[in-house]
DNA sequence: GCACATTGTTCACATATGTGAACAAGATGT
DNA sequence: ACATCTTGTTCACATATGTGAACAATGTGC
């Protein structure tokens, strides 16, 4: 189930973050199609909580810089050192697409780090994006630091979904998928999951986390220049990554 | 009208805020007394839409790097000044008091930049924290800098409690309380609101915006000192503002 | 390797919650 | 200064939602 007020206040936020100006009672209640009297009890709940002022008498609602703060308290355990952000940036300057540093989550492959190709045709993903871990490159990179014990608790909770043509839709299609990625020396994706995406990717362990870079674009750009993709994901990532580090 | 569930996911990124770690649907239930079924809920919500994930297996639910990503896009848009923070910082290594910024937010004076006390005994006050604007040194500050029109309005809406012995509860107690301000330079109060509270405070106009610079601290320890502590605030703000700005 | 304890997940129902309609307060234009 | 339009706020009721109980899956100790 899912809980709509939860979700709703987060639909605020992205809100704010897109437009980053005041907004009224009035003008959020049109954007959602919410009742004035349900945006009045959200944005009070959220002024309440002090996430939420009125910068100037009349201007509107505006998060305050509480959320940033709370941000900013999280996000300062396990950072990501820096050096797999150059990597996501230099791969997708190189490469002109994006790309992104996954984790694992449960079913999915959570994206914790993005670097969004300049093309006006691109793979349009955001920090948060999740996509099933057995039908994407990026998952696949992540299933491969697994033991097999490990995957085969995943397995029983997947449905098996016909997303594509490409779509791995059983326990033994995704070994095996698994194994060629091995042999090959990287993972990927010609529209597993979403239609007309292709993608390359390898598996990025970090200390105790299990975590993948992953390149993907469209199709019909990135489709013939894939193996060539995952060469220089290779190369960049051994050039980066300390030597110290695992 | 409080919106239950909207409230809980800010209490659950509270929760994480402070304790810095994964925790489990169990852990996460215990915690606030909630219902595993309600909480399996929220967390599913929130995970769903990219803002929670498992770093590993079995290991716990944490924030993804969204909220960071979120919290800066609504942040850059006017950020302080970074005199601002010096400001602040610098007032609470003189005092050894908690200092602050605050913005008006309708009939509150909200807390948009804290510098805490390392005093043991001090005024705990976070980003987000709420004062009545007519009852708090800070507030004061702000609404000196309206138009009598404006405070009218305002006062029309206030419902006048005697939160302390101090506490002015009248609008015409208010304008005197302002009137006396503006005669000594700068705005106080003692135990208006919080009990044991005393604090010093003056307007901070920047650019359009109004705000305020608050000192504030135990009664004992910082009311015999708030008209010295008032001086300092103002020598602090004309040395460190820049010339050019208002 | 089995029994027990703990954690995660589903579902039907009682009830807490969202909302339409009516009202109040401000803004806008003449 | 008045009438009109827009925005913000309250409240009672219909209904969407939280939750207890029962079940499944996983972890733990012997």
Redesign the pocket.
């Known amino acids: 189930?899912i809980?709509?007020?939860?979700a709703n206040i987060l639909e605020i936020m992205e809100f704010f973050a897109q437009t980053k100006k005041p907004a009224?009672?009035?003008?959020i209640?049109?954007h959602f199609g919410?009742?004035?009297?349900?945006?009045?009890?959200l944005?009070?709940t959220l002024s309440e909580k002090g996430y939420l002022y009125e910068p100037r008498?009349?201007g509107?609602f505006y998060p305050t810089p509480r959320w940033l703060a709370m941000a900013r308290m999280v996000s300062e355990v396990e950072p990501l050192p820096p050096w797999t952000h150059a990597l996501i940036a230099e791969l997708s300057a190189e490469t002109g697409e994006t790309a992104s540093i996954t984790a694992p989550s449960?079913l999915w492959a959570v994206f914790i780090d993005v670097v969004e190709s300049q093309a006006p045709i691109r793979y349009f993903a955001t920090i948060g994006h999740r996509v099933p871990i057995h039908a994407a490159a990026s998952g696949r990179a992540l299933l491969l630091q697994y033991s097999r014990e490990e995957r085969d608790?995943l397995y029983?909770?997947i449905e098996f979904r016909q997303y594509g043509p490409s779509t791995p839709i059983s326990i033994e299609a995704v070994e095996t998928e698994l194994r060629n990625s091995t042999a090959r020396g990287y993972c990927q994706s010609f529209g597993d999951y979403s239609r007309d995406l292709a993608g390359a990717a390898i598996p990025l362990p970090i200390g105790d986390r299990r975590l993948s870079v992953v390149v993907a674009g469209p199709e019909f750009r990135i489709g013939p220049k894939v193996p060539e993709v995952a060469a220089l994901i290779t190369r960049t990532v051994d050039r980066l990554r300390p030597k110290s580090a695992a």
Chains 1, 2 share one sequence.
């Open positions: 189930m809980v709509r007020q939860a009224t009672l009035a003008e209640a049109d919410w009742p004035r009297s349900s945006t009045f009890n944005l009070a008498p009349r509107g449960g608790a029983r909770k």
